[in-house]
């Protein structure tokens, strides 16, 4: 795990290292990511907890060493803020849901959350591999969808990039200044409700 102390975040209770170590970087290497590990990271996705056991999620995977077509094609779909930092992604991958129960035809409204679910455990995965990944819902779905050939009844979800971080001081100056802020979460107070809504 390589994720430099001061990003890990300052919780308040004790929570997993792996939990504490992730977060969502913008200044990536660029190197490759072996097939060992990517398999890895795709093997713990797989893992998630789905509603009915669906498993709803699909991902589109570029690397931009081996796929650098579809790489390409995931960058320009990604808003320009996100384009401006996510071109040194080692991968690009964009998270697609099944919205449709394959069993009965009916709809799934539980899609997004495990494909969700599903991101979470590859971005626990990719700690423990040294790597982190950072999701985006800047993008242009429609596009993706067009520029994918994603059919009907599949709802893009999240664009995400993947990689080893590198510096903050390789990216430009405002965007690594965001690389370096405080980490910062609401207090659980403001959240959790022990027996009724109170809000
Ligand atoms: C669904 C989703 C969409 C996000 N969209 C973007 C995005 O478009 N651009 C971006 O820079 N970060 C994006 N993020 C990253 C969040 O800003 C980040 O997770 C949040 O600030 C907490 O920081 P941390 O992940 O480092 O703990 C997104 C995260 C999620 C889960």
Request: no cysteine; hydrophobic share 45%.
């Amino acid at each position: 795990m390589s994720t430099s102390p001061d990003r890990e975040a300052p919780a308040e209770h004790p929570i997993e290292a792996l939990l504490r170590r992730r977060w969502s970087p913008r200044s990536f290497t660029g190197a490759p990511v072996e097939r060992a590990a990517l398999d890895s990271l795709l093997e713990a996705a797989r893992w998630a907890a789905s509603s009915s056991n669906q498993q709803p999620w699909h991902l589109i995977v570029a690397r931009r060493d081996r796929e650098a077509e579809a790489f390409g094609k995931l960058l320009g779909v990604l808003a320009p803020g996100n384009q401006a930092w996510a071109d040194k992604a080692s991968v690009l991958m964009l998270a697609v849901a099944r919205m449709v129960n394959p069993a009965n035809g009916n709809p799934n409204r539980h899609a997004f959350y495990d494909t969700g679910a599903a991101m979470a455990q590859m971005a626990l995965q990719a700690v423990a591999l040294g790597m982190q990944l950072h999701q985006m819902g800047g993008f242009d779905a429609a596009r993706a969808r067009e520029v994918f050939g994603i059919p009907e009844g599949y709802e893009p979800v999240a664009a995400i990039a993947l990689g080893p971080v590198d510096v903050a001081e390789a990216l430009p100056e405002a965007l690594a200044a965001r690389e370096v802020a405080p980490r910062q979460r609401r207090p659980v107070r403001e959240w959790v409700f022990f027996g009724e809504w109170q809000g």
